[in-house]
Nanobody
Framework: VQLVESGGGAVQPGGSLRLSCAASGFTFSLSFMSWSRQAPGKERELVAAEQSTDGSTNYADSVKGRFTISRENAKNTVYLQMNSLKPEDTAVYYC?????????????WGKGTPVTVSS
């Protein structure tokens, strides 16, 4: 199983980034996917999640209306579109899967991609 994030970088306040997480080694279309982040000196927090069953999504209050999670099952990829970025969005962003494998559901994390929002 692999989760490989990309798309992070440095951006000015008010800017946008789109993160991608390419998944392999499990049945992506049947797996719960989410994005979390961890800022320096803080605990990891859930940012956005999407259910595989009905496509329902949920977001942290701090990003509602600014971030959008989506998936493309044909490409085994989940995205996080981040708009109106703020300095407090600075963190390492991690992709998470509750992956459907031949051995049942298993949790996996990617290695993360850093996002820096600064003027």
């Amino acid at each position: 199983v692999q989760l490989v994030e990309s798309g992070g970088g440095a951006v000015q306040p008010g800017g946008s980034l789109r993160l991608s997480c390419a998944a392999s080694g499990f049945t992506f279309s049947l797996s719960f996917m989410s994005w979390s982040r961890q800022a320096p000196g803080k605990e990891r927090e859930l940012v956005a999640a999407e259910q595989s069953t009905d496509g329902s999504t949920n977001y942290a209050d701090s990003v509602k209306g600014r971030f959008t999670i989506s998936r493309e099952n044909a490409k085994n990829t989940v995205y996080l579109q981040m708009n109106s970025l703020k300095p407090e969005d600075t963190a390492v962003y991690y992709c998470y899967a509750r992956a459907r494998t031949i051995n049942g559901y298993r949790p996996y994390w990617g290695k993360g991609t850093p996002v820096t929002v600064s003027s």
